[in-house]
């Protein structure tokens, strides 16, 4: 599976911007999704996650402002963010669990990350 990730960039305090994680050389669909993100210093953690059944998590620090969602008919991974504050500075990854479908394994993946930055 390779999944190629658009979007990121700079926004001020406050603003948005919108993620997209494009998947191919799989059946996107069976895969749980997620954003990832590290910061300089930081450990890579969890942003938001998304289950083949379209059940969403989400790291304390971005609920209410972040939305994680999916299409699966364009094998894409969606992040809206909203309001967003200095310290969600980092860089993005989207990335692909490994699964199990119909008695075949699915390697799981990270694309490739870009960097967020928002300006106070």
């Known amino acids: 599976v390779q999944l190629q990730a658009f979007g990121g960039g700079t926004v001020q305090t406050g603003g948005s911007l919108r993620r997209a994680c494009v998947a191919s050389?799989?059946?996107?669909?069976?895969?749980?999704m997620s954003w990832y993100r590290q910061a300089p210093g930081e450990q890579r953690d969890l942003v938001a996650g998304?289950?083949?059944?379209?059940?969403?998590n989400y790291a304390d620090s971005v609920k209410g402002r972040f939305t994680i969602s999916r299409d699966n008919d364009k094998n894409t991974l969606y992040l809206e963010m909203n309001n967003l504050k200095p310290e969600d500075t980092a860089v993005y990854y989207c990335?692909?669990?490994?699964?199990?479908?119909?008695?075949?394994?699915?390697?799981?993946?990270w694309g490739q990350g870009t960097l967020v930055t928002v300006s106070s």
């Open positions: 990335a692909a669990d490994p699964t199990y479908y119909d008695a075949t394994y699915y390697l799981g993946a």
């Open positions: 050389g799989t059946i996107f669909s069976i895969h749980t």
């Open positions: 998304i289950t083949s059944d379209f059940r969403t």
